[in-house]
Nanobody, 125 residues
Framework: VQLQASGGGLVQAGGSLRLSCAAD????????MGWFRQAPGKERDFVAG????????NYADFVKGRFTISRDRTKSTVYLEMKSLELEDTAVYYC???????????????????WGQGTQVTVSS
């Protein structure tokens, strides 16, 4: 599956953004979908993930209560709604597809099979 992320931009602290990740192909529904982020000089960190059915979501502690992940099967798209953005949220955000989700590997980048190109999110003071 090929992924195309969009929706990044420049926003003031406290503001909101919605990221989108569109998947091509008919296999979107078979993948667990995740969002990661990577700031300059730092590792790629798990942000949020959602199961194939959309019935279960996972979040990193640092975004709980502020970010919401969702997916739309009809549009083969996964979303990341980000609110109350903080300066520390500045990073390149990547969406990724995980075929062999087992309930424990969702936050491990190397487990993912496909990655989008990334979209820059910059939060200013």
């Amino acid at each position: 599956v090929q992924l195309q992320a969009s929706g990044g931009g420049l926003v003031q602290a406290g503001g909101s953004l919605r990221l989108s990740c569109a998947a091509d192909g008919r296999t979107f529904a078979t993948y667990y979908m995740g969002w990661f982020r990577q700031a300059p000089g730092k590792e790629r960190d798990f942000v949020a993930g959602i199961t194939r059915s959309g019935g279960r979501t996972n979040y990193a502690d640092f975004v709980k209560g502020r970010f919401t992940i969702s997916r739309d099967r009809t549009k083969s798209t996964v979303y990341l709604e980000m609110k109350s953005l903080e300066l520390e949220d500045t990073a390149v955000y990547y969406c990724a597809a995980l075929r062999a989700y087992n309930g424990r590997n969702y936050d491990v980048p190397k487990e993912y099979n496909n990655w989008g190109q990334g979209t820059q999110v910059t939060v200013s003071s």
